[in-house]
C-alpha cells in the first residue's frame, strides 16, 4: 500500500471536506506536521504550529518563484508574464522591504473604507441577486458568484466595477497556477500569458508604466487575480451553510450576523489552502526537526480545523469566536482581508433581502479543488422568496 499524502487526502475527500480535514489531521499527527512526498516539503497542519512558522520570518524565508531558465523558451508573453509573478511580493522576503511593500499597498486602497465604495459594493450585490431565478435549481458559480467576485476585485484594485469578460477569463486562468490545478507545463505557460495581458490592462487603467512601476503594478496584479476565485468559493460557502437552517434565513438579517457567518466559513473550508516556505537555518517545532534548504508548507485549511484550537472543529459554528488564518497571519495577512469578508457580507444581505430560504443541490454542484485552494466549477441551489 502506497503512503498516504496530501494529493491522496483531497482525491478521497474531494467532495467531503470532513474526509478530506480528518485525513489531514491523521497525517499531522500529535505533532501539526509531517513530511510529504508528493509536494517534497513538511507540511504543517496545526494551528499553534502555523501561527509559530508564520511568525518566525527569520528562519522560515518567503519561497522565490524559480523555474528552469529555458522554461518559456519562445514564448515573450509567458516569460513576461513569468517576470510579474517573480516580483509579486508573496515570493519575497518578509523583512523590511516586503512591510514597506505592504504599507504602500494597504495605503494603495485606502480608498475601500470609504462608504461609496461600499454603496458599489452594495449596488453589485443587489444587481446580480436581483437577476437569480426562484425556486427551480439555479447554476450560481458561474451566473452570480464568479462575476460579483471579479467586479468587487476591480472595485479594490481599479475603484471601478466594470470587468470585460476577457479580463476576467484571464484572471480566472491565472489562479490555476497559484491554485495547484493545472501543473502541465502548458498550462503554466497560458497562466503566465493571461498575466502579461492582465499586466498590460492594469497599468493602462492605472496609467502605470510596466518597467518603472514594475514592483506595485505586480502586486497589483497579484491581488486583482487572488479576489476571484476565493471570494466566490468563501461565498458559496455561506450560502451551503443559509441551505441547512429550517427556519429559514430570516433570522439572520443583520450585517454583523452574516459577518460572523463569513468568518466562520472562511475556517470552515478556507478557499486559500497552503502557502509555501523555505528553511533558512536548521530548525524546530516542538520536537520536530527541520533542516536547512527544505520546504515548507503552510496548510491553513487543515489549521484552521485543528482540534487542540477549535471546540468542534467539523462543524460550522456562526458564534465561533476564535482566530482562523484563513487570510493568512501576522506580517504576511492579506491586505484585501477586510475588504473580501465586506463585500461576502454584503452579498448574503442581498440575498437574505430577497430570498426567504434555499435549498442546495449537492449531486449538480462540481468543484475545482487544487492542492492549494479550494474552487468550483458549478453550484446549484434553489431560491425560494
Known amino acids: 500500500m ?4 496530501i494529493f491522496s487526502a483531497l482525491k478521497e475527500g474531494f467532495r467531503d471536506p470532513l474526509i478530506y480535514y480528518t485525513k ?11 513530511f510529504d512526498r508528493y509536494v517534497g516539503g513538511h507540511v504543517v497542519t496545526g494551528y499553534e504550529e502555523c501561527r509559530e512558522v508564520a511568525r518566525r520570518v527569520d528562519e522560515f524565508g518567503r519561497r522565490p518563484l524559480s523555474l528552469p531558465a529555458d522554461f518559456f523558451k519562445d514564448n515573450k508573453h509567458a516569460t513576461a508574464g513569468y517576470k510579474v509573478m517573480q516580483a509579486m511580493s508573496i515570493f ?4 523590511p522591504s516586503y512591510s514597506a511593500r505592504r504599507q504602500r499597498l494597504l495605503e494603495t486602497f485606502g480608498h475601500i473604507k470609504h462608504q461609496s465604495v461600499l454603496d458599489h459594493v452594495r449596488e453589485t450585490a443587489l444587481c446580480l441577486v436581483q437577476q437569480l431565478p426562484v425556486v427551480e435549481p439555479t447554476e ?7 462575476p460579483f467576485a471579479a467586479r468587487c476585485a476591480s472595485l479594490l484594485v481599479l475603484k471601478t466595477g466594470s470587468v470585460p469578460d476577457c479580463v476576467t477569463e484571464d484572471a480566472v486562468t491565472a489562479t490555476f497556477f497559484f491554485d495547484g490545478k493545472r501543473p502541465q507545463k502548458e498550462h503554466l505557460a497560458s497562466a503566465m500569458c493571461a498575466t502579461d495581458r492582465l ?7 492605472l496609467d502605470m508604466s510596466r518597467s518603472n512601476d514594475a514592483e506595485l503594478l505586480s502586486d497589483f496584479v497579484l491581488l486583482y487575480i487572488a479576489a476571484h476565485e476565493s471570494v466566490a468559493y468563501l461565498l458559496y460557502t455561506c450560502l451551503r451553510h443559509l441551505s441547512t437552517k429550517s427556519d429559514g434565513i430570516q433570522n439572520a438579517l443583520t450585517q454583523s450576523a452574516f459577518a460572523s457567518i463569513v468568518s466562520e466559513a472562511i475556517r470552515y473550508d478556507s478557499p486559500v489552502q497552503m502557502s509555501g516556505r523555505v528553511a533558512l537555518e536548521d530548525v524546530c517545532l516542538g520536537k520536530y526537526v527541520i533542516r536547512k534548504g527544505e520546504h515548507v508548507y503552510l496548510h491553513v485549511g487543515s489549521a484552521n480545523r485543528d482540534d487542540k484550537t477549535f471546540t468542534r472543529a467539523d462543524e460550522f459554528d456562526e458564534n465561533r469566536q476564535a482566530r482562523h488564518l484563513g487570510f493568512g497571519w501576522g ?3 492579506c491586505v484585501g482581508a477586510e475588504f473580501a469578508a465586506a463585500c461576502a457580507t ?4 442581498a440575498v437574505s433581502a430577497r430570498f ?5 443541490h449537492a449531486g449538480e454542484t462540481r468543484f475545482d479543488h487544487g492542492l492549494s485552494a479550494r474552487g468550483l466549477k458549478a453550484a446549484s441551489f434553489s431560491l425560494i422568496p
Open 356 to 360: 426567504s430560504s434555499l435549498h442546495y
Open 346 to 349: 454584503e452579498f448574503l444581505t
Open 24 to 34: 489531514l489531521r491523521r497525517l499531522g499527527g500529535g505533532q501539526g506536521v509531517f
Open 92 to 95: 519575497l522576503p518578509a523583512g
Open 331 to 333: 506580517p504576511t495577512r
Open 140 to 146: 450560481v458559480f458561474l451566473g452570480s458568484l464568479r
Open 2 to 5: 502506497q503512503e498516504p499524502t
Open 199 to 205: 499586466a498590460d490592462w492594469l497599468a493602462t487603467q
